[in-house]
C-alpha cells in the first residue's frame, strides 16, 4: 500500500520562516517535521512507499530524505509542473496506482490510530474515508457534516462564521480510492476540499468519517508551530526527543557548552553545540537550534531560536520564533509574538 503526503504547499502563513526552507522541513526541536509524519505513517506496516508530492523548493527536500534510508519505508518524490492543488496533486502522483491509497496533508501532527481508520474504511467499503477532528473554531479549516452512521453529508471549506454547523473538521487524513480519480480534470489546479469531496456527496458515493479527538495540529502558522513545541514540552503530545525525557524535561545535549552561573529551567531544549555564557537565563518553553550562542547575562523565555543564533549580552527574548542565522544585539528586547526571518539582525538596545 502506498501513501501520498501533500507537500507542495508555499507554506506562506509561516512566513517569513519558509521563506528559505519548505514547511515540510522546518525543525521541530531540530529536526525536520517530515519525520514526525513518516513515524505516522509508519504505525501501518503495510505501506511500503511514501510519495512525496511536492512543488515548492523539492530539491532541499529530497536532499534531507533520499529514497528514505535508515526511515524504515521506501520514499519517492512526485513533482508538479505547476502547483495542481490538493487534489490534483493526488491524482498527478497517484497515475499509476490502482490499489486504496491513504492520503495526509503534510503539515499536521497526531497519533490518531491509522489502522482503525484504514478498518473503518474496508468495512464499510467506503469510495472514500477521511478523519475528522473537533476544533473550537472551523473557519481556518474544511467543516464536514456528518450523519448518525457516520457518511459524510456536507463538505465546507474555510466556512464564514454564519455557516458554521457542527465543529468537526478535516484533519487532512484521508483514504481513498484510485478509481475514483478520474474525475479531477489532467493539469489544471483542483481542490480536493472544494471539489473532490462535495463532488462524492452530490453523488450518494460511500463517503464515510472517522472521528479522532485525541492530540491534532495543523502546524501552518507560527502561533501553532510554537504551539507544537510547547505541546511536546510538556508532554501534552508525546514525541521525540520529548518521549524519553528526564522528569524535569531538561534536555541539554551534552555536546552544549554551559558556563558556570547560567540558569536552565525545564521543559527546555538546547541542541549540541550551544554555548550559553555567565549569568545567563534560559527559562521554561526555550528551544536552542544547534550552535545558538547566548552572550552574558541574556535571557530567552518562551522562544524558539533555530541554529546558529547569537543573543547579545543582557538581551530579553520572549515568546519568540528567530529563524537561523539570526543576531539579536546586546541589551536589545523581543517582547513577545516577534517572528524572524533567517539572518535578521536586532540592533543593540532595539525594542520590538
Ligand atoms: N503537491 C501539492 N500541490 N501540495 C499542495 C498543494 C499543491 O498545489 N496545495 C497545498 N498542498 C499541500 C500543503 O503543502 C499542505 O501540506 C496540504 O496540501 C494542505 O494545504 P494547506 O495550505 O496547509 O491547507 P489548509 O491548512 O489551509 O487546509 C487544509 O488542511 C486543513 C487541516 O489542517 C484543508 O485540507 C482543510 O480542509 C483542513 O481542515
Ligand atoms: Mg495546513
Not at 4 to 19: E, F, N, Q
Not at 99 to 126: C, P, S, W, Y
Not at 218 to 239: C, L, N, S, W
Request: aromatic fraction near 8%; include cysteine; charged fraction near 25%.
Amino acid at each position: 500500500m502506498k501513501a501520498i503526503l501533500l507537500a507542495g504547499g508555499k507554506g506562506t502563513r509561516l512566513r517569513p520562516l519558509t521563506i528559505h526552507t519548505p514547511k515540510p522541513i522546518v525543525p521541530i526541536f531540530g529536526r525536520p517535521f517530515l519525520h514526525y509524519q513518516i513515524d505516522l505513517v509508519r504505525q501501518l506496516p503495510e505501506v511500503d512507499e511514501v510519495i512525496l508530492s511536492l512543488n515548492y523548493q523539492p530539491r532541499r527536500i529530497e536532499e534531507i530524505f533520499g529514497h528514505g534510508d535508515g526511515l524504515g519505508v521506501k520514499l519517492s518524490y512526485v513533482v508538479e509542473p505547476v502547483p495542481l492543488g490538493t487534489a490534483g496533486a493526488v491524482r498527478y502522483a497517484g497515475q499509476a496506482l490502482e490499489e486504496t491509497v491513504i492520503v495526509f496533508n503534510g503539515d499536521v501532527m497526531t497519533q490518531v490510530d491509522l489502522a482503525a481508520v484504514l478498518r473503518l474504511h474496508r468495512e464499510r467499503k467506503a469510495k472514500a474515508t477521511i478523519v475528522l477532528t473537533p476544533v473550537d473554531n472551523p473557519t481556518a479549516y474544511g467543516l464536514v457534516e456528518t450523519d448518525a452512521d457516520s457518511n459524510v453529508r456536507r463538505f465546507l471549506e474555510k466556512p464564514k462564521p454564519e455557516e458554521i454547523t457542527c465543529n468537526t473538521i478535516n484533519a487532512g487524513i484521508y483514504v481513498l480510492e484510485p478509481h475514483t480519480f478520474d474525475r479531477i480534470p489532467k493539469e489544471t489546479a483542483w481542490s480536493i476540499e472544494r471539489s473532490y469531496f462535495p463532488s462524492l456527496v452530490e453523488r450518494g458515493e460511500t463517503f464515510v468519517a472517522y472521528v479522532y479527538d485525541g492530540y491534532w495540529i495543523d502546524i501552518g502558522t507560527p502561533e501553532k508551530y510554537a504551539q507544537v513545541h510547547h505541546d511536546i514540552m510538556a508532554r501534552r503530545f508525546v514525541a521525540p526527543p520529548f518521549a524519553s525525557a528526564p522528569p524535569d524535561c531538561r534536555l541539554v545535549s551534552p555536546a552544549a557548552r554551559l558556563e558556570d552561573g547560567v540558569t536552565i529551567e525545564g521543559p527546555c531544549f538546547v541542541d549540541e553545540g550551544v554555548y550559553i555564557k555567565p549569568g545567563a537565563h534560559v527559562a521554561p518553553y526555550s528551544v536552542l537550534g544547534r550552535q545558538c550562542i547566548i552572550e552574558e547575562d541574556a535571557r530567552v523565555e518562551g522562544s524558539i531560536i533555530w541554529a546558529n543564533g547569537r543573543i547579545g549580552r543582557d538581551a530579553v527574548v520572549r515568546d519568540s520564533i528567530l529563524g537561523r542565522h539570526c543576531h539579536v544585539g546586546r541589551n536589545a528586547v523581543l517582547g513577545g509574538g516577534i517572528v524572524l526571518g533567517d539572518k535578521s539582525v536586532v540592533t543593540d538596545y532595539s525594542r520590538l
